[in-house]
T-cell receptor, first 114, second 114 residues
Framework: SQQGEEDPQALSIQEGENATMNCSYK?????LQWYRQNSGRGLVHLIL?????REKHSGRLRVTLDTSKKSSSLLITASRAADTASYFC??????????????FGTGTRLQVTL | DAGVIQSPRHEVTEMGQEVTLRCKPI?????LFWYRQTMMRGLELLIY????????DSGMPEDRFSAKMPNASFSTLKIQPSEPRDSAVYFC????????????FGSGTQLSVL
């Protein structure tokens, strides 16, 4: 399978706490992206980490990548109710074609309560 | 830029009718993806194009589905004849630059086939 597998499937935390989501994949990659989808809306790109990077930050987001373990994690610090959404990881699969197939898993459903 | 534009936002049709979904990618983007999202199957990649050429259509469910990209600024996804099981949200996304760059999603078309 070329898609990432997110874990856990669902996560419920209180506002202010940190949320950690994990992603595993099976093939060699060029990069890995994380996306967010609020209920009933389109997906929004959060962050892209390249295969030669180990960690990347963007605001309250911290992403790690371990290519030896074929895994990534997304940490959201000081969560807010507005972070309630589904989160998806998308491995950018190495291939010899002109464009890469970007497929989505089932995601992690994050619920942040007040 | 207005982002990826999809039309219509909502479509309700009767079984057996032809349905055409439209997408205008972001100007300058050279890759375009069509996805379908349902509760049961999640977010499925149907087909994607690079420089207006279909690269992989292995996700197209059956011959009733067809997609075209006659030029860099327009793509269509057609279902003929439509069936109730085609009811879903259909998303279009585009990306620019080299392979595996981030996807920009449209707001989706909510299709209901009665």
């Amino acid at each position: 399978s070329q898609q990432g597998e997110e874990d856990p499937q669902a996560l419920s935390i209180q506002e202010g706490e940190n949320a950690t989501m994990n992603c595993s994949y099976k093939t060699s990659i060029n990069n890995l992206q994380w996306y967010r989808q609020n209920s009933g809306r389109g997906l929004v790109h959060l962050i892209l980490i390249r295969s030669n990077e180990r960690e990347k930050h963007s605001g309250r987001l911290r992403v790690t990548l371990d290519t030896s373990k074929k895994s990534s994690s997304l940490l959201i610090t000081a969560s807010r109710a507005a972070d309630t959404a589904s989160y998806f990881c998308v491995p950018g699969i190495i291939n010899t074609g002109t464009a890469s197939k970007l497929t989505f898993g089932t995601g992690t459903r994050l619920q942040v309560t007040l | 830029d207005a982002g990826v534009i999809q039309s219509p936002r909502h479509e309700v049709t009767e079984m057996g009718q032809e349905v055409t979904l439209r997408c205008k990618p972001i100007s300058g983007h050279n890759s375009l993806f069509w996805y379908r999202q349902t509760m049961m199957r999640g977010l499925e990649l149907l087909i994607y194009f690079n420089n207006n050429v279909p690269i992989d259509d292995s996700g197209m469910p059956e011959d009733r589905f067809s997609a075209k990209m006659p030029n860099a600024s327009f793509s269509t996804l057609k279902i003929q004849p439509s069936e109730p099981r085609d009811s879903a949200v259909y998303f279009c996304a585009s990306s620019s630059g080299t392979r595996n760059e981030k996807l920009f999603f449209g707001s989706g078309t909510q299709l209901s086939v009665l």
